[in-house]
């Protein structure tokens, strides 16, 4: 074995890219929450209400499909939501067997509070809108590499 090849020695926490992306998610999820808590929201939730805020009336198994998330993760977040008055969960007209999830007023309303948060991340990241953008698209082609394997 050589161990001067860097893929052969011990690895170190520093070098990892799961560490990097790891803390960074945590440090991201930190200012969200700082930023969330004015609106009332986790940061699962806000996701749920972005896919919503694009789209109402969505299946939980569409917006579980948009989140990575399957419905047993997804099913208790929503009756939180249902129960803080955010959105309405029903079942399909069509097909009983699936719940749709549509937007009370309240959680239409929030829209408007969450569409400052964009700014107030980028402002933060002391990044330009092109680095956001490149990271952005590296990220999804390395989620879709991964998702392969």
Not at 44 to 52: A, C, D, P
Not at 75 to 97: C, G, H, I, Y
Not at 109 to 132: D, K, N, W
């Amino acid at each position: 074995m050589d161990t001067n090849n860097p893929l052969h020695q011990v690895p170190r926490l520093d070098s990892q890219l799961c560490f990097a992306l790891y803390s960074t998610s945590l440090a991201m999820n930190k200012l969200y929450r700082k930023l969330l808590r004015k609106l009332g929201l986790t940061y699962s939730q806000y996701l749920v209400m972005m896919v919503l805020w694009e789209r109402d009336g969505l299946s939980v198994s569409e917006v579980g499909e948009r989140l990575f998330l399957d419905s047993a993760t997804l099913t208790p977040l929503l009756k939180r939501m249902e129960q803080a008055s955010l959105l309405n969960r029903a079942r399909a007209v069509s097909d009983e067997r699936q719940v749709i999830i549509t937007l009370t007023p309240a959680g239409s309303e929030l829209r408007e509070q969450a569409a400052l948060l964009p700014e107030a991340i980028l402002t933060a990241s002391q990044c330009s809108v092109a680095q956001v953008v490149d990271m952005k698209q590296q990220l999804d082609q390395l989620r879709a590499s991964l998702m392969k394997s």
